[in-house]
């Protein structure tokens, strides 16, 4: 069974930065494509970034792209959002997600993705 726990969240200002990381356990990390997806108050859970098995490809959604750099580090068995120039609209519960799939897959659908972690609060103020 794959585990997943995101760590990295708190209350920063506009203009700030974070680091989101997820921790994932169970089975081969490297066999996995990682997504990240966030859910704000009274919204639908909506898709982010996601980074291919290798990390060699990565896709993000319009509002975060050249701000957001997802990653991975599969020796560590850990993936990464780095969240540069933050937005009160990015506030936000951060989830991390996990599918076996093949190795050049990037999923942006939530209902590709078989694991999900708890989620962590990102709250930006202006």
């Known amino acids: 069974q794959v585990q997943l726990v995101e760590s990295g969240g708190g209350l920063v200002q506009a203009g700030d930065s974070l680091r989101l990381s997820c921790a994932h356990s169970?089975?081969?990390?490297?066999?996995?494509?990682m997504g990240w997806f966030r859910q704000a108050p009274g919204q639908d859970r909506e898709f982010v970034s996601a980074?291919?098995?290798?990390?060699?490809?990565?896709k993000y959604a319009d509002s975060v792209k050249g701000r957001f750099i997802v990653s991975r580090d599969n020796t560590k068995n850990t993936a990464f959002l780095q969240m540069n120039n933050l937005k009160p609209e990015d506030t936000a519960v951060y989830y991390c997600?996990?599918?076996?799939?093949?190795?050049?897959?990037?999923?942006?659908?939530?209902?590709?993705?078989?694991?999900w972690g708890q989620g962590t609060q990102v709250t930006v103020s202006t």
């Open positions: 997600a996990a599918d076996f799939a093949p190795t050049t897959a990037v999923h942006i659908t939530q209902g590709e993705y078989d694991y």
């Open positions: 169970g089975y081969r990390f490297s066999n996995y494509v």
């Open positions: 980074i291919s098995r290798t990390g060699s490809i990565a």
